[in-house]
């Protein structure tokens, strides 16, 4: 098991943007593929956005794709989540997740706690 820890949650106006970290304290996420999720109030939680191990592919919910950008740094031993043009629907609590294997084709098998997003209009 992987523990994840997310981070760059924060409050920011309508239009604004937010980048996102994931980091793992325990384990690696090294060579699997990792997405993100979110949960709003009241609402199931719902894929954001996901890249496979080496990178090189990237998949997007229709609501976010334009506007989020997911990357990952080997060095760091990070994924990031870039999110420009933010709505005030985008406010939830982000999930960062890691996939068992090297493409985001099952569900993830470990979670970070959530890192809260807020959208003000």
């Known amino acids: 098991q992987v523990q994840l820890i997310e981070s760059g949650g924060g409050l920011v106006q309508a239009g604004g943007s937010l980048r996102l970290s994931c980091t793992a304290s325990?384990?690696?996420?090294?060579?699997?593929?990792v997405g993100w999720f979110r949960r709003a109030p009241g609402n199931e939680r719902e894929f954001v956005s996901a890249?496979?191990?080496?990178?090189?592919?990237?998949l997007y919910s229709d609501s976010t794709k334009g506007r989020f950008a997911i990357s990952r740094d080997y060095a760091q031993s990070a994924v990031y989540l870039q999110m420009n043009s933010l709505k005030p629907e985008d406010t939830a609590i982000y999930y960062c997740?890691?996939?068992?294997?090297?493409?985001?084709?099952?569900?993830?098998?470990?979670w970070g706690q959530g890192t809260q997003v807020t959208v003000s209009s």
């Open positions: 325990r384990g690696s996420f090294s060579g699997y593929a």
């Open positions: 890249i496979t191990w080496n990178g090189l592919n990237t």
């Open positions: 997740a890691r996939y068992n294997n090297i493409y985001y084709n099952t569900d993830p098998v470990d």
